[in-house]
């Protein structure tokens, strides 16, 4: 059995954003379903949101200045393990 893409998202606990890692992690779980094979959340500090796949950066609140709309990081992961699925009305053409 092939194992599963294990995706992170490590928020800062000083900001009390663990609401919105949960929400994005409900969000990515939703649509990619079993194409994920786990979501962790990862209490930090410092400011920290940064959503890592396999332990590879998608995305740096730090780096990038911002959060991540939820739309673009759908469209991070799905390229990286669904190049394939339509994200239907969140796609931008």
Do not use: N
């Amino acid at each position: 059995m092939t194992r599963q893409p294990r995706l992170e998202i490590e928020y800062c606990t000083q900001c009390r954003w663990l609401l919105r890692a949960a929400w994005t992690a409900q969000e990515l779980l939703t649509t990619f379903g079993v194409r994920l094979g786990e979501v962790a959340l990862v209490p930090g500090t410092g400011g920290v949101f940064d959503v890592r796949l396999d332990g590879e950066p998608l995305w740096s609140r730090k780096e990038r200045g911002a959060h991540p709309e939820i739309t673009e990081l759908k469209r991070l992961v799905r390229d990286r393990i669904a190049p394939d699925m339509s994200l239907g009305h969140s796609e931008k053409r």
